[in-house]
């Protein structure tokens, strides 16, 4: 079993930042990708940005490419997700999940583990 904890959302101002974190505990994640998604009041969850389990791959929805940066650190079990240049259109609760059959690659209905959710809050 894995645990995922989400940390890190909040309030900001439209052009600002934040830094998610996720940490994961039970069974070792290193060897499994990882990723964020996020759902928007109304919406489907979708995916947001992916790493495999090395970290040398990484995968990003095209309405966050060049603003997030994803990126984890297996010895402190942990997954992070930079956003920088949040607009109003970021507002979610964003979840950590976990592919435990894939190394490569974590998509919404690949996940098997996944975290409750933080809630970031863009104002405009």
């Known amino acids: 079993q894995v645990q995922l904890v989400e940390s890190g959302g909040g309030l900001v101002p439209a052009g600002g930042s934040l830094r998610l974190s996720c940490a994961a505990s039970g069974r070792t994640v290193s060897n499994y990708a990882m990723g964020w998604f996020r759902q928007a009041p109304g919406k489907e969850r979708e995916f947001v940005a992916a790493?495999?389990?090395?970290?040398?791959?990484?995968y990003y929805a095209d309405s966050v490419t060049g603003r997030f940066t994803i990126s984890r650190d297996n010895e402190k079990k942990a997954l992070y997700l930079q956003m920088n240049s949040l607009k109003s259109e970021d507002t979610a609760v964003y979840y950590c999940a976990l592919d435990s059959h894939s190394g490569v690659i974590v998509t919404t209905t690949s996940a098997d583990y996944w975290g409750q959710g933080t809630q970031v809050t863009v104002s405009s």
């Open positions: 790493v495999s389990w090395t970290g040398d791959s990484t």
